[in-house]
T-cell receptor, first 112, second 111 residues
Framework: EAAVTQSPRNKVAVTGGKVTLSCNQT?????MYWYRQDTGHGLRLIHY???????EKGDIPDGYKASRPSQENFSLILELATPSQTSVYFC???????????FGPGTRLTVL | QQKVQQSPESLTVSEGAMASLNCTFS??????FRWYRQHSAKGLEVLVS????GEKEEGRFTAHLNRANLHVSLHIREPQPSDSAVYLC???????????FGAGTRLKVIA
C-alpha cells in the first residue's frame, strides 16, 4: 500500500504570513497532487506534478505555489496566507496514466 | 470540465437498513468512477471503483453505474454506526487522469 505522509498535521498561521505544507511519498510515484477540502465543495485540485522539477496548475491555483524538489517530496506554499485559505489540505500520489491515487491524512490549516 | 454533484447532502439511516447515495456527473465519456469514505477529516478510504455500466460489489458496498443517465450510486448493505462518515464520489476527468470530486454525503447510522 502506498504511504503518503503530510506535515504538519495542524497549523495556525497569521494573515500575511508564509506557510509551507509538506508531503512525502515512499512508493516512487511520478505524480503528486495537492487538494483542499471545504464544506460544500468536496476536494478541489490546487497543483499537481508529473515528477521532480515539474509543477502544474490545477483548478484553483491562485494564491498557492508548489515545489517538487525530488520524487518523494511535494510542497504547497502560501506566500501571503489569507483567512480564505483556511481549509483541510490533502496530498496524494499516483502513477501516470492511472486514476488510482493514494491520499495522505490531511493538514488542517487555520489562518487568523 | 467534468461537474459532479452528490445527493443527499446528509442522510440518517437505522442500523441494518440499506443506505443509498447518489452521484450525477456532466460528461458521460468518463470510464472511471470511485467512491471514498472519510471519517472526520481523516484520509480517504477507497470503497469501490467501477469502470463500466452495471454493478460492482465490494463486501457490503455496491456501486451502480449508468453512464447514459449520468448517474452512479452507492448502496451500503446492513450499515453500522462505524459507517457514519462522509462519502465522496470521484469521477475521472477523461484524458488527463485527474479526478473531479463531489461535495460529499454525510451519513449517520443510528443504532
Amino acid at each position: 500500500e502506498a504511504a503518503v505522509t503530510q506535515s504538519p498535521r495542524n497549523k495556525v498561521a497569521v494573515t500575511g504570513g508564509k506557510v509551507t505544507l509538506s508531503c512525502n511519498q515512499t512508493n516512487n510515484h511520478n505524480n503528486m497532487y495537492w487538494y483542499r477540502q471545504d464544506t460544500g465543495h468536496g476536494l478541489r485540485l490546487i497543483h499537481y506534478s508529473y515528477g521532480a522539477g515539474s509543477t502544474e496548475k490545477g483548478d484553483i491555483p491562485d494564491g498557492y505555489k508548489a515545489s517538487r524538489p525530488s520524487q518523494e517530496n511535494f510542497s504547497l506554499i502560501l506566500e501571503l496566507a489569507t483567512p480564505s485559505q483556511t481549509s483541510v489540505y490533502f496530498c496524494a500520489s499516483g502513477e501516470p496514466g492511472q486514476y488510482e491515487q493514494y491520499f495522505g491524512p490531511g493538514t488542517r490549516l487555520t489562518v487568523l | 470540465q467534468q461537474k459532479v454533484q452528490q445527493s443527499p447532502e446528509s442522510l440518517t439511516v437505522s442500523e441494518g437498513a440499506m443506505a443509498s447515495l447518489n452521484c450525477t456527473f456532466s460528461d458521460g465519456t468518463s470510464n472511471n468512477f470511485r467512491w471514498y469514505r472519510q471519517h472526520s477529516a481523516k484520509g480517504l478510504e477507497v470503497l469501490v471503483s467501477i469502470f463500466s455500466d452495471g454493478e460492482k460489489e465490494e463486501g457490503r458496498f455496491t456501486a451502480h453505474l449508468n453512464r447514459a443517465n449520468l448517474h452512479v450510486s452507492l448502496h451500503i448493505r446492513e450499515p453500522q454506526p462505524s459507517d457514519s462518515a462522509v462519502y465522496l464520489c470521484a469521477v475521472g476527468d477523461t484524458g488527463n487522469y485527474k479526478y473531479v470530486f463531489g461535495a460529499g454525503t454525510r451519513l449517520k447510522v443510528i443504532a
